[in-house]
Each structure stands twice: as structure tokens, then as C-alpha cells.
Antibody
Framework: EVQLVESGGGLVQPGGSLRLSCAAS????????MNWVRQAPGKGLEWVSY????????YYADSVKGRFTISRDNAKNSLYLQMNSLRAEDTAVYYC???????????WGQGTLVTVSS | EIVLTQSPGTLSLSPGERATLSCRAS???????LAWYQQKPGQAPRLLIY???SRATGIPDRFSGSGSGTDFTLTISRLEPEDFAVYYC?????????FGQGTKLEIK
């Protein structure tokens, strides 16, 4: 069974940093591309970032480009999102999601809440 | 960036009725790289449809997707009580892999 478990969320002040992690199990992590998707309270889904299986291809939403960095450690079956220069509008539940080869999102974690507030 | 517009914003129907949800793209989506997800309160989204019309594993056949180019539709043939949720379309043909704003399907 595919399992994706996010961690690292919490309360951070504007301008601060946070690193999210996603622990993957139940599949060969190194063979799959991964994504981060977020959802602000009471709002819709927003795709944040994509990383290919070998980390050779990385994409970001314009709203986070230059502030967020996606990475992975295939030896540790883990996905990361380093978030810097955080703003109030980054407040959201952050989901990690596995991509099929054609990049639709087949499996999702339960999410971790990031709150940016002073 | 491809902008996806879903309509209606809210759809009020009764169990047993047919639901038709629309997703319109600002540009043509290559090779029908369009997916639909269902999200219930407090839960992560779940993949329903990919490639515009292919059902994901375990998805009942009352869910169907259609369309190409810029116009796509999710149809639920006979609503079950568990189908009342929020539905999102997403294009994954070109980064950024944008979502629509969602359609809330509520019980009438």
C-alpha cells in the first residue's frame, strides 16, 4: 500500500523558513516523480512544485519560485520542500503527491499545516 | 500559464440525479492531459479520471470524463450519497500544472 506522510508544518513568522518532509513507503520511491500541492484554509488546490525521479527536472509555481526549493533523497525515500521568505499567503495545508509517468497525481498524503503569522 | 475555469461553482442535486461538471481551459491542453479529483471535507483529494476519460483504479463506472482541446466534462450518471464533495480539474500537460477553482456538489 502506498503511504505518504508529511511532516514539518507549524507556525512561523512572516519572513521565516520551514522545511517540509514527506516519507514515502509501499512503492519504489526512486522510480516516481513527486509533487507538492497546497490548499489555503477554505480554498481550492494549488499546485506548488514538481520533481522528477532523478531530480533532473524541477518545476515551480510562479507564486513560490525563488523562495521554495523542492528536493528528494531516494536513499531515504523522502521528499522535501524548503520554504524561505514565507508570507501570510503561504498559509495552507501542504500535500505531497505521487505522479504517474504522465504526471497526473495518483496518491496523496494527508497533509501538513503551515501557518505564517506574527 | 493555462488557466482552468470550472462551472458551476456550486451544483445542488439530489441522489439518483445526473451531475455534469465543466472545466474550460484558456489554451488547448495537449494530448488531453486533464485529470479530475474528488475531495471530501478533511480529506486529501482522490484521483478519479486521467487522460480526460480514463477512470482511475477502483473508481465506479458512474463517473465518466469526456472532452478535448479546451472543453472537458465530468459526468456522474446517478448520484450516490457519497458523491457529494468538491471536484477539481487539473491540467498536467504543461508546467505550471494548474487546478481549476473547484465545483462543490451539494445535496439539494
Amino acid at each position: 500500500e502506498v503511504q505518504l506522510v508529511e511532516s514539518g508544518g507549524g507556525l512561523v513568522q512572516p519572513g521565516g523558513s520551514l522545511r517540509l518532509s514527506c516519507a514515502a513507503s509501499g512503492f519504489t520511491f526512486s522510480s516516481y516523480s513527486m509533487n507538492w500541492v497546497r490548499q489555503a484554509p477554505g480554498k481550492g488546490l494549488e499546485w506548488v512544485s514538481y520533481i522528477s525521479s532523478s531530480s533532473s527536472t524541477i518545476y515551480y509555481a510562479d507564486s513560490v519560485k525563488g523562495r521554495f526549493t523542492i528536493s528528494r533523497d531516494n536513499a531515504k525515500n523522502s521528499l522535501y520542500l524548503q520554504m524561505n521568505s514565507l508570507r501570510a499567503e503561504d498559509t495552507a495545508v501542504y500535500y505531497c503527491a505521487r505522479s504517474a509517468p504522465l504526471r497526473y497525481l495518483t496518491d496523496w498524503g494527508q497533509g501538513t499545516l503551515v501557518t505564517v503569522s506574527s | 500559464e493555462i488557466v482552468l475555469t470550472q462551472s458551476p461553482g456550486t451544483l445542488s442535486l439530489s441522489p439518483g440525479e445526473r451531475a455534469t461538471l465543466s472545466c474550460r481551459a484558456s489554451q488547448s491542453i495537449s494530448t488531453s492531459y486533464l485529470a479530475w479529483y474528488q475531495q471530501k471535507p478533511g480529506q486529501a483529494p482522490r484521483l478519479l479520471i486521467y487522460g480526460a476519460s480514463s477512470r482511475a483504479t477502483g473508481i465506479p463506472d458512474r463517473f465518466s470524463g469526456s472532452g478535448s482541446g479546451t472543453d472537458f466534462t465530468l459526468t456522474i450518471s446517478r448520484l450516490e450519497p457519497e458523491d457529494f464533495a468538491v471536484y477539481y480539474c487539473q491540467q498536467y500537460g504543461r508546467s505550471p500544472y494548474s487546478f481549476g477553482q473547484g465545483t462543490k456538489l451539494e445535496i439539494k
